[in-house]
């Protein structure tokens, strides 16, 4: 992804949907639609739907459902970007921190990896 001359607001643009589609898959436990935007080929063998249902066994009850809050940052590479949100976590008061990595391929903008530190 080149972000060589894009402006936050036009990087958030390209990117803050598949997070923000990909969080809603999280919160509505829905393992397809959450690996739908992941560079990989075939995410289901580096992330599996088993992991995906160990961490929200893991972590579902604890901090409930997650919403993407304030930009943090956004960090710009020379072919990626990696944005820093904060999260609002449904059971906990304080935010988490959301990290999302972005990257072109094949001139769509896809999710290069994703984690979220309560």
């Known amino acids: 992804m080149e972000s060589k001359g894009l402006s936050d607001k036009e990087i958030l643009d390209l990117v803050q949907p598949l997070a923000e589609h990909t969080e809603k898959a999280w919160n509505d436990k829905n393992y397809r639609d959450f690996i739908q935007y992941f560079i990989d ?15 929200i066994e893991e972590n579902y009850d604890t901090y409930g459902k997650h919403t993407i809050a304030d930009l943090v940052t956004i960090h710009r590479n020379p072919d990626h970007v990696i944005v820093l949100w904060k999260v609002a976590l449904e059971h906990r008061q304080d935010p988490g921190l959301l990290i999302y990595g972005f990257r072109e391929r094949d001139g769509q903008i896809l999710i290069e990896g994703n984690s979220y530190h309560a």
């Open 41 to 55: 080929e075939n995410p289901s063998e580096h992330f599996p739907e088993e992991e995906f249902n160990r961490q």
